[in-house]
């Protein structure tokens, strides 16, 4: 019986307690206080051929009156004081908020129930600049390693190959082209079809027309072919007569099996410079000229031996 007896005493004193702290605690937060807290700056309505890139403060100190119940909101996370930039004065390439011509505009932001004392600072700027559209082209990073025997003999397509940006005309005069993501394929042997994505150059204030692309390449299975092609030899003196060996060259070359075509020896150009200072008169010879449908040109040998006639 005396348990129960201390137990009933003990629960008259948990509830007392309770209601000591329950009212203590409503007390305070029906008192008024002023009390300073931080406020991030947010600026808004801002013009649409405008946009802010950067601010004197990201943040500000205000003194605020109020009850705690008003007052706690502002503790359980960083509070935001948006300022309308359309209220502020254009100079040059900022807006300026100050004490003296905004203060009463920014006292309009709180309720009846809390009543802003005080700002930390006398002025702020928020730079801006014109809001301007570049149509930027685009860089694809794709890497393609083909099975044997196939090959792309066309130039990959980007749909689209440009994106058109929107942002601060500062930024965009900078800006010369965007990559996409970094893509590799093995072994390929038909042809590719897949969406490619931008990367963000990580510019603040940067709209962007299209954030993917759609990459196409076409796969061609090829045959190697082979070709005699004549050489050009130029000599940087019309006095001297010469000879050279060989007068033709061969080329190898790939082609597409399904664009396959007689290739001519005129769709080719060999030429070799005379070089006087070379050892035992052997030039080299370069191709200058070769088709646009055939890749991996190759010569089965690049010397040239020069004979100077007396």
Known sequence: MKFFSNKGKLNVYIAFLLLAITTSVVGKLSSEYDRDITFNLTPVDFPTDKIIYNQSHDSVVLKLRANGFNL????????????????????????????????????LNFGSSV??????????????????????????????????????????????DSVVVTGPKELLSDLK???????????????????????????????FSDNSLEYLLEVDQYTEETIKVPVNVLFNSDNSKFNYYPKELSVKYNISINDYIEV???????????????????????????????????????????????
Request: net charge negative.
């Open 72 to 107: 706690a909101k502002y503790y359980f996370s960083k509070p935001e004081m948006k300022i309308s930039v359309k209220k502020l004065k254009e100079i040059k390439n900022y807006f300026l908020w100050n004490q003296k011509e905004n203060f009463s505009d920014t006292k």
């Open 115 to 160: 009543e802003l004392l005080s700002i930390s600072e006398d002025s702020i700027l928020f730079f801006f600049d014109q809001y301007v559209s570049k149509k930027i082209p685009v860089k694809e990073n794709v890497n393609v390693n083909f099975e044997s025997g196939y090959e792309n003999f066309k130039i990959p397509v980007l749909i689209p």
């Open 177 to 207: 082209y965007l990559e996409t993501d970094s893509v590799n394929f093995e072994k390929i042997n038909s042809d590719i079809k897949f969406n490619l994505n931008l990367i963000n150059p990580d510019l603040d204030n940067l709209i």
């Open 264 to 310: 001519n020896p005129m769709d080719f150009k060999i030429e070799c410079v005379y070089d006087s200072n070379s050892p035992n008169n052997i030039s080299k010879a370069e191709i200058s000229k070769k088709p646009s449908f055939v890749k991996n040109v190759r010569l089965n040998t690049d010397q040239i031996q020069i004979i100077i006639l007396e």
